[in-house]
């Protein structure tokens, strides 16, 4: 799904630049509210051992749900059950486990119908 850059991109926290650790985008074909879905990514040497995984509502609310409280980054991926959450635009972000405001990785964004 392509990345849209809206005029909301620049109140999303900003990606901490010394972290290697990437978010796969989700599939072209979406993802439903109430799914069980599996989340990849890609890390290096350097990444923090574990991180929180969030979805955030790419919009003025930017409301943010905790999806899965502690992943291990050596899984590689991790599946989980998405939220009932309205329409929308949302992205998903890799955060630290005790202070959500460090940012790890930001998913390029993605519709949820
Ligand atoms: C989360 O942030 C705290 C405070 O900066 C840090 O001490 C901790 O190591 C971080 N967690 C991970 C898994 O890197
Ligand atoms: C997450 O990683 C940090 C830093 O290595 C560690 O201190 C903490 O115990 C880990 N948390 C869990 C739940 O494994
Ligand atoms: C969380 O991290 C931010 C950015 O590093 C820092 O300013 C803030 O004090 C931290 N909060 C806590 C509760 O550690």
Redesign the pocket.
């Known amino acids: 799904m392509k990345l849209i850059l809206g005029p909301f991109s620049s109140l999303l926290m900003a990606v901490s630049a010394a972290n290697a650790l990437g978010l796969d985008a989700p599939p072209p074909d979406g993802w439903t509210p109430g799914e069980t879905v599996t989340e990849g990514w890609q890390s290096q040497p350097g990444d923090?051992?574990?991180f929180t995984l969030t979805l955030q509502a790419f919009d003025i609310s930017q409301r943010s749900y905790a999806l899965v409280a502690?992943v291990?980054t050596s899984a590689g991926s991790v599946t989980f059950a998405l939220p009932d959450v309205s329409t929308g635009e949302y992205v998903l972000n890799a955060v630290n486990?005790t202070n959500a405001t460090i940012v790890y990785a930001q998913s390029s964004s993605f519709y949820l119908p």
């Open positions: 923090p051992a574990n502690v291990e486990a």
